[in-house]
């Protein structure tokens, strides 16, 4: 089997029922993720061997993060036990016209203080295939913006395709801050998640011509970063389209020399968690990649893996690469029996 | 703080989970509601001092009533005790095509016995801002009707704003009863919750011409209501169009000063609860008024938190003035995180 | 009141919570059914006599089909205990794009085993307006079938009207088996649940025009069934349009004295539980045959019934005449107050 | 089968999950009882042939009694439909050292006003072989005293052995009037329910010596009672030990010939649902008597009934005579593989 | 009513299900609590003008805070909002011979932030009767020890009854940290919550002989604590004999005048929730003092008021003065109709 | 980390809710066990590297049970795919004095069909430290007898400790079959897990004078046993005394070097799930072997490991060793804080 190593901050998530205030629930499903946590649970679904890299109370809150990653056949040799707590966040789940409210309880987590003295880089990235992290991780503190640097440049001298995924938050950061900790590591990148928003305000990419459609706009800023990054060899995003909480369209972009390719749209009725969709499209993306499939057989993959991802609850896939093929190539419905 | 009170029945709801009928049921889920009382909450979520005036038995019952009134910040001074029972009913949830279906026990309620001599009207309705309650608390005894007419005269003789739903509902009385219970009340009162078939079946007003847009006839009845009674300042309604028993459209009509004035039409998939839209758009309207909203802001306001309510479980909007003027002003259905 | 039999296999139904996997559930929820037990169901709700035959382990689980099959008032007489175990299959419940999925474990079931020295097929029968049986029973052991044909002999043999529905499954057979299994009855049957696809690969017809509109092809196979078989006085069957697992649209065909009636098109959204939507179809044209409710309204009936069933969760339509005849009628989704 | 009939009055319970009180509570579970429809349950799951004669209202929650009988085997073929609406209780349930309260919502119920008319005594007494009623039911309503008088004689007269069971309950009448309306049933009852409380306050039997012991000044009841009328020719109750809600003692006494006969006391711990105990005491009695087991057979099998309902959430008694027998002769507790 | 104010903390306490680790629990029940919000909330069933000081954060879960106390009919008027989180800890309940095991995340909480200058103590303090705090606020920052110390003086200064609750918690600090904060308030003290372990390790009292019994050693403490702080006029505390998680001894004492009184032992078995089971019993202390209650009487309600805590979920009392009474007088566990 | 091999049969429990019956169920929980799956997911939680070998089928529920293992650690290299069928099993959990009933659901299982052939015995046993398995496996099919006696002679000659636990159920063959079976193995085994009925009825020991004490006998048939078979260097087994189904005394038995040593009784009362407490038993005693405890130590650890077990729902024991040693040490039921 072929190694992965994700890195970042695995997190609980406790959510009210659906139709529920959070200021009136009385009970809380409990789910455990975060935006690298869950690419590696999707990329061990899909048969890989994963190393995820991360730091939790040695409490059972941190037991209970283990137990998630194993029951996945995710490895937990490099999740480090220490630190004040583990981080935190309460869904209020939308629905219909309602959004999705986050309150967020993360700060001082045993994470945000992982140091780069607490791991073997070296031993963690040999022979891996895939180097995988996100921008969040940079928003946590300082000390985790000079980990990733130096995992993202052990990772291209041992030989380790890096895929960053820009993941801005504006609960956690400014653009100013972000532009700043994300522009070191491009040149260190090789597979890479960005959207049109993150070219511009991130980047500092001058904005497309609105004659243009949303697919031009998005050639066109793939085209301007790699004019600037040209190590990233693969550039992916999703086009989103909310019609309410539950009902969402979801195209995806796959860029690879110099051309965009897009899946079918599809219709998210119904949508169960929407929580980790943008994961399980990374992760899609990078199974693809490293199967090597046709960029079009990619995007599509991507795309459905992300679909149905918002049919079950929690934040990780939990499907096969098998089952993901299946899903991207039938009409949806029926009953299989 | 501004006083309001509201005067109703409360009712205990025991509602089936979703999927289920009532006769084969072995669950029940409680919520506490009524349209006073609805009205009375949302108002009390909105920064008013609200007083809601009622009877309920002493028993655990009546200490539940207590208690989520009280959680909602209600004041129960004027909530007499003693009586016979709490009105009950029994809701089998409807989902797709399928209507709910109301089982009524509500006869040989602690309310409808209540009498004006348990009350102290001068003391309740002194200082008020606002004083509201609907057709229902007419429809449940003669004490009742006579209790109405007092309260509503002692209030104008206060100075106290009144407002009044017609809130007809079949199932309890005639529309001759109504009339005739009704119209009594209709000099008393400046705030007037009342649609089209009020106009035509409670207070015999000539239909409109089947030419005219739904709005046009509405305008048209408003109109004529004004005409007979002018001391209404205000009348509201709402246009619901019912595509199933999951999905409904949703668009609020705001009459005042010769004109109407309607918000946009919202489109309320996957309802959670449907039991309290009215009440919650009623109490848009009247919070809009007290505030002295613009009419254009009042009645997307209203219309608002009406939609919201049908999100969450439960007889009454769980949603503060904030957050209801966010959602009137944002797409839905994005994680706000 | 009139005497209905129903012969065929009840299994135990495990169904997944939505959102969540067969293989990481800790819950399922628990019903019991079958094809011609559901048939026997909402008959006996429809105001029937109504015997269901079969067989079923003489344990905590027969104990509790007999449970379910009293609780809906069919009659357990012809009911043998003996044998190995429950048929039982597992549902993950499908919502939105993805399907549900059936994992099987029905073999060696205590009906597979049941033959016909277990019972009086002249006593079961006798007086009987209709015997209803399907082509599930037929791909289950040889012995059933041997049995089956006997029971159908034995109906035509007393008078009683016999009813048989295709319900090919490819899971339990091929179609070369089926359509051996299943021509030795037809000449036994007035009452025939068959679709287009089983006229061309169980029965052999030559496929229809493609130019033909859909009702027009269905029309050309029953009069090719008919001409083969002219004792089938009745052929019924639904045209089903899956936009998503969690939204259908639904029309019923009904084929008698050489016309082909059709109902309107249902748009069942929201879909609770669609298994059993075909049994409540049929059970809803015997009651027409039965009552002999000219065409259009019978076909109207029985469409309404099937998607009334969408909504409940559980196999068997848990609804009565008269609620099926109003819902029929009336626009959808208001609450009944 | 033997036939057995019981006449009395079904509600509904709804009940609290443990730990919670009803003012807080937001869920309830249901459950169908009432003395007589307890006994007709448990003599139904002992194999005989059960009616249950009683008035619920027309709607859905007369519909589930129906069910709840249906699914246990009892025949509906007298019950009533109409009325106003279904007696209701709400039991916040006991633990440890906190008794179960009630909060009754039962007046003006269907059955109260159940009258002789509705009822055909002839074609329901005969060829039963036991009549049972209680005296909760004379509590109910003069008309339903007149109906159970009638009852008690015309099932004399058809040869039917009748059972009457004090079951007197404080917060329905005083024992004045209790007196009044049991007295005149006695001299046609064979069968009875009763302890030294009902002998002393009912029947103004004189006091026990004090130095007596429990049995004996029971022994001593017995007699007094069939002094006065000797036509009654068993009498049963139970002596209950409360330690606390979770955990009882309980023994049963069977009077016959003279002779009082005593079970072995069984120590009832961790109380799952202690409603309708002394229901299944009197089925089990009523069991016993009908299939002419010994007197110490009968009352061993009576409380082993009793013990085994305390085990099982519900009002009824949900084992079979089989299931009774083998618990009454086993030692406690071990799984059963 | 008569004012009482609490200051404290208040936590989210999140519990698994009986029998469930919290490392592998996926629902988890909401209480919201804290000691002295405890002693609001029981004071506030009994009748109480309850006021409660604290600082929660300006989120829903500070909402929900909120709701927690006035369902409770407790007054926020001195809810200071603001800071970074709600201390929250995880309760692993306990069960038989397993111990509950705590997992605390309460550091960083707005309320070990809450500064004097954000409360308006003479306001707060004003007319009160009785103002209570407990040691648990010392333990949690320099500035809350600072305000402690002039919430106290203020309170003697305005003649406030002032209440102090030792509640050493081994987990928030050393016992010579705990002796140096609490010395300085005793002074200033009325009524003590405290026990033979606070007399030794605080406060440095000589161990009694070991000859004596229980309840001789607790006597000797407390003339010791009044020998030192004359100023105290009452002393109180429970002997707990824990048998198991599940099943516990308790009887309370209470000090007052040179006499010790005792109540009787209450056997708690089946213990539902344990948390918050001293702050009843201080509560009804606290009830007994201000309402004159003589010492026996008192400590019996107190005593009786702990043991019904145990009998509920939640960490509060959810009983009334009177309802605690009737419990206090009556045999435990019969169903009370 | 030291190598454990066990192999045996996993399957699907099914548990009703407490105080259901399961023909009355409509909600199933779910676990996955089997005596010797539960022995190895406990030494994973004791820090052992576990490789469980077994046959599942390849669907859903093998899956299942692969997420099963790898939450507690196990490894599933050796886990076989294929076959009919998962083994089931319903649990109608048992409370008080009633019993716990088991309706087996597990003939046809794709273990039962599991051959040599499938397996490397070599790679599998070498270089474990202990080899695991019990009398189940053997019960279940020729083939099974047939692997099983060729893995204990491949693990001796590997070097591998051999340990064998008869479980005898009498609901999966007779003594005679069990007798012949289990002897052939005894001579490869060093570890047994065997008690006084094993002896009698399956190994021809006569039984002991009855005027021993039960610790008397044991050890005499300890004695016996070792003479037949010197090999055998530990003998276990535990007394247990079932107050009830939820109330049970434990004591454990460990028999070495001629000495029985045994630990404290242990009262678990209010017992959660008592299903697997004989393994986790197992599992204590074997890690006291493979860590070399004093045979008091390990005996008192290992009573403790099964004690805790009753506590938590689930087959298998999910403390870890540190959890179960501070157990053993303390007294039980306070919260820890």
């Known amino acids: 089997m072929k190694k992965i190593v994700t890195l970042g901050e695995i997190m609980l998530r406790l959510s009210t029922h659906v139709g529920e205030r959070l200021s009136q629930a009385d009970q809380l499903s409990m789910h455990y993720g975060g935006a690298e946590a869950n690419v590696g649970v999707s990329l061990s679904q899909f048969g890989f061997d994963v190393y995820f890299v991360s730091k939790v109370p040695n409490n059972a809150l941190g037991k209970a993060v283990e137990r998630h990653l194993l029951s996945n056949g995710v490895h937990i040799d490099y999740l480090v036990k220490g630190g004040e707590r583990l981080g935190t966040y309460y869904l209020e789940t939308g629905i219909g016209e ?31 295939e895939v180097f995988h992290m996100s921008g969040i991780t940079l928003a946590l503190s300082p000390n985790l913006r000079e980990l990733a640097l130096l995992a993202m440049k052990k990772a291209k001298e041992l030989g380790v395709k890096t895929s960053f995924d820009f993941n801005y938050r504006a609960s956690l950061w400014s653009q100013e801050e972000a532009s ?22 991130l980047l500092g990419i001058q904005q497309a011509d609105d004659v243009l459609s ?46 965009l390719y897009q899946s079918k749209e ?23 990649i490293v199967e090597q499939l046709p960029p079009g057989q990619l995007i599509s993959f991507a795309t459905a893996a992300s679909a149905l991802k918002h049919t079950v609850h929690g934040d990780a896939n939990a499907f096969s690469a098998e089952e993901v093929l299946k899903f991207a190539g039938t009409s949806a419905g029926e009953i299989v029996r």
Do not use: W
């Open 266 to 288: 599809h219709h998210i009725s119904q949508i169960v968690d929407r929580v980790g969709g943008g994961d399980a499209f990374a992760s899609g993306v990078l199974y693809g």
């Open 214 to 259: 949303k697919t031009e706009k998005l050639t066109y800023y793939y085209h301007e970063i790699q004019k600037r990054y040209p190590n990233i060899q693969f550039m992916s995003s999703t086009f989103r389209t909310v019609l309410s909480a539950s009902d969402n369209k979801l195209q995806g972009n796959h860029y690879t020399g110099g051309t």
């Open 98 to 128: 309602r959004s999705a409210a986050v309150t967020y309880d993360r700060k001082f987590s045993s994470f945000s203080h992982l140091t780069v003295e607490e791991l073997d880089l070296e031993a963690i990235l040999s022979e891996a």
């Open 180 to 201: 700043l900790a994300i522009k070191p590591l491009l040149p260190y990148t090789d597979i890479c998640f960005c959207g049109d928003l993150d070219a511009i305000y």
